[in-house]
């Protein structure tokens, strides 16, 4: 199974962006889907999750800033970030979760500067 994530790029703060994770691979629709990020010199943590009867968890820090969304029929979670603060800066990486097994997908760079 491979998770490919795309969307990362350069924006301004109070800008939006929507990052994309698409699974391939697998001939299951993967359980539980989302994002992590890691800021430079900070640990990896959850940003968003949902499962496939849609139930979401978010990281505090961007409820209602951030919505989570997936496509189970073409493996797919979506990541709509809106008012994007610098601390939002960091490496956001895809993940999923099927009956224990974890997958991880390649991270993809988000920047909020001005």
């Known amino acids: 199974v491979q998770l490919q994530a795309s969307g990362g790029g350069l924006v301004q703060p109070g800008g939006s962006l929507r990052l994309s994770c698409a699974a391939s691979g697998s001939s299951f629709v993967i359980n539980t889907m989302g994002w992590y990020r890691q800021a430079p010199g900070k640990q990896r943590e959850m940003v968003a999750t949902i499962t496939r009867s849609g139930v979401t968890k978010y990281q505090g820090s961007v409820e209602g800033q951030f919505t989570l969304s997936r496509n189970d029929a073409e493996n797919t979670v979506y990541l709509q970030m809106n008012s994007l603060k610098p601390e939002d800066t960091a490496v956001y990486y895809c993940?999923?979760?099927?009956?224990?097994?974890?997958?991880w997908g390649q991270g993809t760079q988000v920047t909020v500067s001005s």
């Open positions: 993940y999923g979760l099927h009956w224990g097994t974890e997958y």
